[in-house]
């Protein structure tokens, strides 16, 4: 089953920050973040596994709220280089078919 | 350079048609996938192989196939029985099963 993400969309200008979520109705082994820029290959940003962990490199974290099934994903102060799709994907047991959210596009502005 | 390579970037077949698209990694990776990408569904599996000569089924296999004979390559062939071939294609391979995922750059097939 396919985890919901949201915003679907969201534009913001340089130097704002954003929340993207991804919500699951099953409980969650873990959550994996991808970015996906226009017309290249999705990057991967972090693994979060169920203990409720945060984790974040350069001004990107994310967040696993095992309780409430959902994990969130933080931009700060946002930069041009962030603009792109955003993509949640959900384990829902060790081991089982990985699956992706829909995406959430991000575009900054200068 | 390690890294993943699909090929060919964009391939053109006519409908009725089998067509095989290339992934190849030197990453010394166990596990590869197939995605296939369509506008605001995100990435949905279509197979996966967490190691050399086993291979399972993804989401959405019907009308694909694969095979996993060597550790570097997982080719998918798209063949005719697929109701609707046209799409973008990502392969990807992680250390093992469901960790970090490198991707390749894809390939756009169009069926006509």
């Known amino acids: 089953q396919q985890p919901v993400q949201s915003p679907q969309a969201v534009i913001l200008r340089e130097g704002e920050d954003a929340v993207i979520n991804c919500s699951s109705s099953k409980a969650l082994y873990s959550v994996h973040w991808y970015r996906q820029k226009h017309g290249e290959a999705p990057v991967f940003l972090m693994i979060?596994?169920?203990?409720?962990e945060q984790k974040g490199h350069d001004k990107i974290s994310a967040s696993f709220n095992e309780k409430k099934q959902q994990s969130s994903l933080y931009l700060t102060a946002s930069q041009l280089s962030y603009s792109g799709t955003y993509f949640c994907?959900?384990?829902?047991?060790?081991?089982?078919?990985?699956?992706f959210g829909p995406g959430t596009r991000l575009s900054v502005l200068p | 350079d390690g890294g993943i390579t699909q090929s060919p970037k964009y391939l053109f077949r006519k409908e009725g048609q089998n067509v095989t698209l290339s992934c190849e990694q030197n990453?010394?990776?166990?596990?590869m996938y197939w995605y296939r990408q369509d506008p605001g569904q995100g990435l949905r599996l279509i197979y996966y192989?967490?190691?050399?000569?086993?291979?399972q089924k993804g989401d959405i296999a019907e009308g694909y196939s694969v095979s996993r004979e060597k550790k570097e390559s997982f080719p998918l062939t798209v063949t005719s029985a697929q109701k609707n071939p046209t799409a973008f294609y990502l392969c990807?391979?992680?250390?093992?099963?469901?960790?970090?995922?490198?991707f390749g750059q894809g390939t756009r097939l169009t069926v006509v």
């Open positions: 994907g959900t384990e829902y047991n060790y081991g089982q078919n990985f699956v």
């Open positions: 990453l010394n990776h166990d596990a």
């Open positions: 990807a391979s992680s250390m093992t099963y469901n960790t970090e995922a490198f």
């Open positions: 979060l596994l169920k203990g409720g």
């Open positions: 192989s967490q190691i050399v000569n086993d291979f």
